[in-house]
Nanobody, 124 residues
Framework: QVQLVESGGALVQPGGSLRLSCAASGFTLDYYAIGWFRQAPGKEREGVSCISSSDGSTYYPDSVRGRFTISRDIAKNTVYLQMNSLKPEDTAVYYC?????????????????WGQGTQVTVSS
């Protein structure tokens, strides 16, 4: 059974850091690009990072570039999202998703498998 399970969400103060994890089971990360997406209340879901399975290339939108870092541990079949210098506008439910091809896009319909999400709240 294919499954993605996110963890690591929490309440953190502005300027703080969190590391989210996305553990995959039922398939290996070698052949799937993995994206992190987020959805804030009243807003559309948006992509915040992606890592290609072909060469490990990473991608970020301007809103998080320089603050977020995506990485993967093939041996653990897990992808991480390190989030630094968090801002209140980063508050959202964060999802990881697996794309059925090795290259990254921001097109959410190309992502076959989705996790259940983990809540990140940035507030003082």
């Amino acid at each position: 059974q294919v499954q993605l399970v996110e963890s690591g969400g929490a309440l953190v103060q502005p300027g703080g850091s969190l590391r989210l994890s996305c553990a995959a089971s039922g398939f290996t990360l070698d052949y799937y690009a993995i994206g992190w997406f987020r959805q804030a209340p009243g807003k559309e879901r948006e992509g915040v990072s992606c890592i290609s399975s072909s060469d490990g290339s990473t991608y970020y939108p301007d809103s998080v570039r320089g603050r977020f870092t995506i990485s993967r541990d093939i041996a653990k079949n897990t992808v991480y999202l390190q989030m630094n210098s968090l801002k209140p506008e980063d508050t959202a439910v964060y999802y990881c998703a697996a794309k059925g091809r090795p290259f990254c896009t921001w097109l959410q319909y190309e992502y076959y498998y989705w996790g259940q999400g983990t809540q990140v709240t940035v507030s003082s």
